[in-house]
């Protein structure tokens, strides 16, 4: 990229006036050209597709899709600057590779600190494809509630009490819930790290359950166990799934 | 219940200390008064204290047993003259049948011991009562030492819950978020930036007013509710809109400070918070004679909050109602399909 030419940044955030307070103190910066500004998360993940932006100023609290979970729908992330009224998730934040992490309100100065932050990662150039392993694989602090998923433009956000199971097909995760099934791309460390343990359980190496969903285990051959779900599916136990259920369910 | 002199390493130590001492002084008059060998002075001594020792320690009983606050004077003084006659006598009988049975040969003594049984009763009389008087004092010194670690524990504890209502009345990211909205205004519009700051100023000042435990006129809390919503209003625009139905006539009504504006607040925690489009809160205010009935109603998406059970805020509200009405009808919480409702009846004393 040319030195000289600015980098380009989207807005994502919620609230008009947060917006506005972007732009009035960027304006006349030629280090940045905000090219979009967007009002939720479903937004961003288009425009991210679309514009491919070196930089993203990203609220936490946005409706339907929190700032991380859009994160989780963009396929190749750009630089993020997190912007929000949360002290809490800091933290999380700079596991997700955040740039900067400012707390509302904010001075001009204080921006402009993290626009060259962000200005010289970006010029710099971090190898792309690393960033989004760091992304997905990164250890989370805390457990997640929903899962966002995305087919074509469509993106579906399924709260965690409705996952069924869960199975592991090559490079995706198959979700299953009540209304359908939805493919994600993550591995199975993934949600084993950021589901809540005592809810899912893992049972197989393709296979994690929803606990509630249980109905019985049944022994299929010699040292091998079915477990039957209540919508009437039937899964392959491991032996060290065996014993985790044992652990979980106290029999 | 359990004796404190025994209960009370140190208590014991001293108990055991004085009797000890009491001993040794009776030996002395013994040899120096009486002239009486230093044999028979150490064993009347020892066994006429040991036994007044012993029968101390069971005095516990008739004193934990009649509490002066709890009886009159008179049943007090009748049940210690009893206990004081029985035990007294009890000691003297015994010590005097041992001792006389043990120096039968001593004519000397045996004219002493029941020459002397007069003083005996006499001295047993008052050692009866310099005991009794110590479990009292015992007894009054504990309970003040639990007054004060009550009342150190009940203001503690008053203090914390001051802090809650506190924090839970100012939500510190409804507080950041507005001070970012004034900070964007003040580039934008000065003069809307100060209308923010004097609203945000007055409904902080409304919050810190200690309000909980009053109860406040529906025009005042309305009077909040509306700054409240105003700043809200800067802060979401059009995605907020608030239908107010609220009858004049019941504006005088009586009502707990501070109890609708965390109603609101949760009503645009899921409703706005969590919508792209508008968001409509209706807010209904119905009143007779006896009761006002407020009823605040917005949509919210199921998809995406999907929580069972009521939150935090509205179990205090539930709680404070209790407190104050000491009712727990008063509250309902109907949540059908996409519209989440409250309701609560104020009755009006």
Known sequence: ?251 | MFNPLLKVRSYFIAYSGIWCMIAIIHVLILILFQGFSIGLAITESVLSNFLLALIGLGLWFPVFFSKLEKESIVNFILKHLFACLLSVGLWVLIHYAILNALFASNKEYKEFLVSSLPWRAGIGGLFYGAIILVYYLIINYQNFREKLTREAELKALIRESELNSLKSQINPHFLFNSLNSISSLTMISPEKAQDMIIKLSEFLRYSLSNKEEKLTSLRDEIANLTRYLDIEKVRFGKRLNVINNTNDKCFDHKLPGLILQPLIENAIKYGVHESIGQTDIEFTCTCAERNLRVNIRNRFDPEFHYKKGAGIGIQNIRSRLKIMYGRDDLLSVVQSGAIFEVTILFPQI
């Open chain 1, 1 to 251: 990229m040319n030195i000289m030419e600015p980098i380009k940044a989207v807005i994502i955030e919620d609230e008009e006036l947060a917006r506005e307070l972007i732009k009035n103190y960027l304006k006349g910066n030629d280090m940045v050209e905000i090219i979009r500004e967007c009002e939720n998360g479903f937004d961003g993940v288009k425009a991210i597709a679309e514009l491919k932006p070196d930089l993203i100023f990203l609220d936490i609290q946005m409706p339907k899709l929190n700032g991380f979970e859009m994160l989780e729908l963009v396929d190749d992330p750009p630089e993020t600057i997190f912007i929000t009224a949360h002290n809490d998730f800091a933290i999380k934040a700079f596991e997700r590779n955040a740039v900067d992490y400012l707390l509302k309100p904010y001075s001009k100065d204080r921006l402009l600190m993290a626009l060259n932050k962000a200005v010289e990662r970006i010029r710099n150039q971090v190898p792309a494809a690393g960033k989004v392993k760091t992304l997905i694989q990164a250890p989370i602090t805390e457990k997640m509630e929903r899962v966002v998923v995305k087919s074509g433009t469509k993106i579906k956000v399924i709260p965690v009490e409705k996952i069924i199971y869960l199975e592991a097909q090559d490079d995706y995760v198959m979700i299953y819930t009540a209304e359908g099934k939805h493919l994600k791309q993550a591995t199975m460390k993934y949600f084993e790290d950021c589901l809540d343990p005592s809810v899912f359980i893992r049972v197989h190496r393709s296979y994690m359950v929803h606990v509630d969903q249980v109905v019985q285990l049944e022994p299929y051959s010699r040292d091998n166990f079915v477990l039957k779900l209540k919508n009437g599916v039937a899964l392959r136990v491991s032996r060290s799934g065996l014993k985790s259920l044992k652990e979980k369910l106290s029999f």
